[in-house]
Every structure is written in structure tokens, then in C-alpha cells.
């Protein structure tokens, strides 16, 4: 995956393969979203899935031609600061993270992210966070998951 720089990204932890391997979905903000409620799954677009490792095996030399991406790279490449980078051994099933330029507002459940940097950002960087969203955002995707396992409507 090819990141761009200038984008928001939601990235999801979903699943821990083994010690050094996790399938992590990411997806965009809508460019047409100006303010947006972080619950709401209409305002991203459509997630990407890819494999990434903590460390390379041995063997390997070039990562290039692998199905693969390492961590620490995606992480170099969005010039996320090093005091914001989430470690490899940190990273656990069911994380979402935030990541780009945006400010965050709070109001009661919901968190809205407004694209831009904030004015206190003078590194003009890009900023990784980790979200716990609210137990209503949980319940869709976990309801939309259940639907894509099944092909079918889950009843209620």
C-alpha cells in the first residue's frame, strides 16, 4: 500500500496472525468530509486489507516482492513523530488508530475529526492515535463482519 501523505487514515488491528504477522485494515477519509463523526463508517472509504510483519525473517532480504508490508516502514513513510509511534509488540486485535493531520472534538459520545492541523502543531506532522470507539460504532461493525461471514441478514 502506497500512503499518501496529505490523507487521514483509520487504521484497525483486526486480526493478530502470529507473533510477527497481523492483517490490519485501513482505510481514507472521504475527501468531501469536512467534519466528521469518527462512528460513522459512511465518511471513510472502502477499507484495504494488508499483511504486515514486525520484523523480517531471516531469509528474507528484499521485501519488496513479499505479500507484506513492515510496520516500521509504513510508519517512516507517513512521517508519523517518534513519540507518537505505536511499537510492534503494542499492537493488539481490535485497535483503531487515527492517523494524519486532523484536530479532535469530543462531545459527549461522539469524537469528531476535523481535517487540518491543529494550531498548536508546529511540527506540522502527521499524528497517529489510538481511538476506543464508543460501544454503538463496535455493534455496526461487528453486525456488518457477521454479515459478511454469513452472506446473509443477521437477525435480530
Known amino acids: ?66 505479500n507484506f508490508e513492515l510496520w516500521s516502514s509504513f510508519l517512516n513513510s507517513l512521517e508519523i513523530d517518534e513519540k507518537q509511534r505505536v511499537s510492534w509488540s503494542d499492537l493488539r486485535e481490535g485497535q483503531v488508530y487515527i492517523l494524519g493531520k486532523y484536530s479532535v472534538e469530543k462531545q459527549e459520545k461522539q469524537i469528531r475529526i476535523v481535517p487540518g492541523l491543529p494550531t498548536w502543531d508546529k511540527k506540522r506532522r502527521n499524528r497517529l492515535h489510538r481511538f476506543d470507539l464508543v460501544p454503538e460504532m463496535k455493534t455496526k461493525i461487528n453486525k456488518l463482519y457477521n454479515e459478511a461471514l454469513t452472506r446473509r441478514k443477521v437477525i435480530e
Open 1 to 66: 500500500m502506497k500512503p499518501n501523505k496529505n490523507e487521514i487514515y483509520r487504521i484497525t488491528i483486526d486480526e493478530m496472525l502470529d507473533e510477527n504477522l497481523a492483517r490490519v485494515l485501513i482505510s481514507s477519509l472521504k475527501k468531501e468530509i469536512i467534519v466528521s463523526d469518527l462512528t460513522d463508517i459512511n465518511v471513510w472509504n472502502k477499507e484495504e486489507s494488508v499483511l504486515f510483519t514486525g520484523t523480517l525473517p531471516k531469509n528474507v532480504k528484499d521485501i519488496s516482492n513479499m
